[in-house]
């Protein structure tokens, strides 16, 4: 399965399921309160991603990766982190107007992460409740990622998987061919494992 393969299909999945359902996401265009977040992907979806940035979005990734790798390092060990990017409301670099600049290549984290409660309360500051985020249709895109791990796994031995701006850097910059050195690399960075760190697998 490709990613673009895999998108497809989770979009079908979910458009399937939430029919099913009669469930009616209320996310809209012009709603972003979600990409104040951390948004992790692996190497693959990073790659297909890629080739569709116009010169500015390139530009926002390389001035903004290593800002966004030293603030891993920082805090990979540490519980709390992704809710305190999340509250510090650092947007993702593809936000434009208030709109995605990717959506057709958007990662299946952000594609799977859908709610049909109050749109206030996917605010930073707003602490969701528990379910406020679908759970189904998370888990759908979380299987399309496996499948995207197993395929990448075939084709380089290993995956890569870690904060979306921060691997984008990092791919830019050329990600080295071996384990040894892109577990050298990120050693090098200090943001290879943790709890929110850069993961390879096989571990
Ligand atoms: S890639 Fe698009 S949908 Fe995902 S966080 Fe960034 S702007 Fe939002």
């Known amino acids: 399965m490709t990613p673009e393969e ?9 458009a399937d399921y939430l029919a099913k359902k009669g ?14 977040g951390l948004v992790t992907l692996s190497r693959l979806e990073g790659e297909a991603l890629l080739p569709h940035l116009t010169e500015a979005q390139r530009g926002r990734i390389l001035q903004e990766g290593p800002g966004r790798l030293a603030l891993l390092a920082q805090g990979k060990e540490e519980a709390d982190f992704p809710s305190r990017f999340f509250r510090s409301r650092t947007p993702c670099p593809f936000l434009e107007e208030g709109l995605c600049g990717v959506y057709p290549y958007r990662p299946l984290a952000c594609r799977g992460l859908l ?4 749109p206030a ?29 197993e395929e990448e796994e075939r084709r380089y031995g290993f995956v890569v998987i870690g904060e979306m701006v921060s691997l984008l850097y990092l791919l830019l910059q050329g990600l080295p061919p071996g384990r040894q050195e892109v577990e050298a690399l990120l050693e090098a960075w200090g943001v290879l494992g943790g709890r929110w760190g850069f993961q390879l697998i096989p571990l």
């Open 115 to 118: 709610t049909a409660g109050d």
């Open 23 to 36: 469930q009616k996401p209320s996310c809209r265009a012009g709603c972003f309160a979600c990409c104040f």
């Open 121 to 149: 309360l996917c605010a930073p500051e707003a602490l969701a409740p528990k379910g406020h985020f679908l759970p189904v249709p998370w888990r759908m895109a979380h299987r399309k990622m496996e499948a995207l791990w």
């Open 6 to 14: 895999a998108w497809r299909a989770l979009d079908l999945d979910l």
